[in-house]
């Protein structure tokens, strides 16, 4: 069988290597002058490729997640990741690493494991279109056509990349929205730029709570950034593709280390001893979140003080765009491709996929595990 695979990521390139090991002639088409471009730019250099707690609570729902996951687990991941040389670890939150924590060394692996296994690589190639032939499939590039028996796309979506377009595929998209990305913030307090806080954080739909999490909150300029930030973003983009047009807020407790009652106590025992505003909060927050709090606040209670500190409502105006998001919610619709093939028999594996994950390496972790369940379902047929 011939199979051309179309963009060189994470999914691209593990399911051209997988196709070409059980003796398939591949083809790699990837528009960009080298592969891998997205993985090298992963979890900050040091390639956060996938996480031993996969389950569907980590993604949107869409039922792709869940089909894959039953048909490849975790151990096929890693196991598929050490036969082309990358070794790894988890740390205590389950995050899998390289363990050279160099997401260029991931990237060296995969590229040599494809010259070993024969596959063709194309680098700078642009798919214009996907044409249905009743032989198999035209593939209509930038240079040339080509022709295979089978054509699988996995051409990611426009987050921190152009946002791709091939014809023959595009009326089995949902709607888009950036997602993992941060929060554009009304009126944002400038003076906080640069501040992380370990917190905890509440999403509010039209004054509703509809997500919770807990962990680091960076505070930019523009709004909020982080962890907590980027899943909140998730569930906002979730929402947005189905339609929604809510108002949204999140809601931060700033010291989820102190209760209320503590920080009352602590609060009115320093204004019993006459301590100054400037010094009213030192040691319980960072002083310029105290600044900031206590700007909230009119006069000096503490019952006030510290309901704030417990309860710091910021207003979303939106998220933020696709060059800032490190995936994009919604994509090929699962209804049109339940076992990763749309009605007009091209594949699909990875972000191209409605499918987007927590951060934490979920999202990578889909594109491997969707790869080998493509070529588990599909290597020994057209």
Do not use: W
């Not at 930038?142 to 791709?164: C, L």
């Not at 996929?353 to 990578?364: A, E, F």
């Amino acid at each position: 069988m011939q199979r051309i695979v179309i963009g060189g990521g994470m999914s691209g390139m593990v399911t051209a290597l997988c196709s070409a090991r059980a003796g398939h002639k591949t083809v790699l088409l990837e528009r960009n002058n080298r592969l891998g471009r997205k993985v090298a730019m992963t979890g900050n250099g040091r390639c956060n490729i996938g996480n031993i707690n996969c389950d569907s609570s980590c993604y949107n729902g869409s039922g792709l997640d869940e089909f894959v996951f039953d048909s490849v687990d975790v151990k096929e991941c890693v196991d598929f990741l050490n036969s082309v040389g990358i070794f790894t670890f988890a740390d205590d939150e389950g995050r899998i690493y390289p363990i050279t924590e160099s997401s260029n060394s991931v990237v060296d692996c995969l590229r040599y494991a494809l010259q070993r296994a024969g596959v063709e690589v194309v680098c700078d190639c642009t798919v214009k279109e996907v044409v249905k032939q009743s032989d198999g499939f035209a593939v209509i590039c930038s240079d040339k056509r080509r022709y295979a028996d089978d054509v699988v796309v996995a051409i990611g979506s426009g987050s921190q990349a152009e946002m791709p377009f091939v014809k023959g595929i595009e009326d089995f998209y949902t709607a888009l929205c950036p997602s993992l990305v941060p929060l554009k913030v009304n009126n944002m307090d400038k003076t906080l730029n640069g501040i992380r806080v370990k917190c905890n954080v509440r999403l509010l739909k039209d004054g509703n709570v509809a997500a919770e999490e807990k962990g680091e909150l960076l505070f930019r300029e523009y709004g909020l950034s982080g962890i907590c930030a980027f899943d909140l973003s998730a569930v906002i983009a979730r929402r947005t593709v189905k339609g929604d047009k809510s108002d949204y807020g999140v809601l931060c407790d700033l010291v989820p280390h102190m209760p209320y009652d503590m920080l009352v106590t602590v609060i009115k025992s320093r204004l019993d001893s006459r301590c100054g505003r400037e010094e009213l909060l030192y040691g319980v927050v960072h002083n310029k979140i105290a600044q900031h709090v206590l700007k909230r606040v009119d006069g000096l209670c503490a019952e006030k003080i510290a309901r704030v500190l417990k309860n710091c409502l910021y207003s979303v105006s939106l998220i933020r765009d696709y060059g800032k998001s490190q995936v994009t919610s919604g994509g090929l619709d699962g209804k049109y491709c339940p076992r990763l093939r749309l009605p007009n028999g091209i594949g699909a594996v990875g972000e191209v996929l409605d499918v987007d994950g927590k951060c934490g390496g979920y999202n990578l972790m889909f594109a491997i595990a969707s790869a080998l369940t493509y070529c588990k379902l599909y290597n020994g047929e057209v």
